[in-house]
């Protein structure tokens, strides 16, 4: 990647674009929101984290066409290439009566607004047969003077597919862009403007349905998109089993011989045999 290709005008036109796009249709509902576009940032989640904490706790989209430093769950990186890749975050000042499944009704939201065939990895990655399309992170800060919490969710999205380091090629699942997947009646999948002024929206309402109502609407719609459903899986503290869905707070279901095992968002990662 060189500077010309980070600071392409016509990628940063097309950003823009769809921000002013998401604009006009949130701000009705979320008024004082403001949509921010930036060319370089190290990550947009740290970026209104530390807002958060510094007390600028407004409602913000905020995209960039380069990350040097994204993450995915449980630290890893997570790399965006300017016109290859969609990275931005959502940051709501939110006060849900508990946290527990906010990753997956967005994940729903997420998957229903892109093409066909998109499933949902619990608890947070977008799959397509079997190859991972991209991801989301949830991070909250605090408020002062007890407010609500900051509730910051991102997400990662492959346009195009992108190569793997080979340190990185046994310990993460084959990649794949929305590039790859069937166009038909879909925007221009490799225009990261358009997704960003489709998906945003989506996030948002995700996120305040959620608020209000908890993860118990979003129940039977995951069930309807869960990749692992019915699948052998293991986790990363050694659990084998059969995935058997989301209780109704976002916890997955494995069944052992031994019984059901709850899995809680963030304990461990799970992945199929």
């Known amino acids: 990647m060189n500077d010309r290709t980070a600071t392409d005008p016509a ?55 380069t990350q040097t430093a994204g993450r995915g769950r449980r630290g890893r990186p997570w790399v965006t290439v300017p016109g290859a890749s969609l990275a931005f975050s959502v940051g709501l000042p939110m006060a849900p009566a508990q946290w527990a499944g906010l990753s997956l009704a967005v994940g729903v939201a997420v998957v229903s607004a892109l093409p066909p065939g998109v499933r949902l990895k619990w608890p947070n990655d977008l799959w397509w047969h079997g190859r991972k399309l991209g991801g989301i992170l949830i991070e909250t800060a605090a408020l002062p003077d007890m407010q609500p919490r900051y509730a910051v969710i991102g997400l990662g999205l492959n346009l195009h597919t992108p190569q793997l380091p080979p340190e990185a090629a046994l310990d993460a699942l084959p990649p794949v862009g929305l590039r790859e997947l ?31 109502e908890g993860f118990g609407p979003w129940q039977a719609r995951f069930g309807a998109l869960d990749a692992l459903a019915g699948r052998a899986v293991v ?32 304990e461990v990662s799970v992945r199929p045999c």
């Open 11 to 65: 990628l940063l036109r097309r950003l823009h674009a769809g921000a002013e796009a998401l604009w006009q249709a949130l701000v009705p509902f979320e008024p004082g929101l403001t949509v921010e576009v930036v060319p370089h940032i190290d990550s947009t989640n740290a970026e209104l984290l530390r807002r958060a904490r510094a007390g600028q706790a407004a409602p913000t989209v905020l995209a960039a066409l």
């Open 182 to 212: 069937p166009a038909d009646g879909q925007p221009p999948l490799d225009d990261a403007g358009v997704w960003l002024a489709r998906l945003a929206p989506a996030m948002v309402h995700a996120a305040r349905s959620f608020e209000r």
């Open 235 to 266: 986790t990363s503290d050694g659990l084998h089993g059969v995935a058997d869905g989301v209780d109704g707070d976002g916890a997955l279901r494995i069944r052992t011989p031994q019984g059901v095992v709850r899995v809680q968002h963030g």
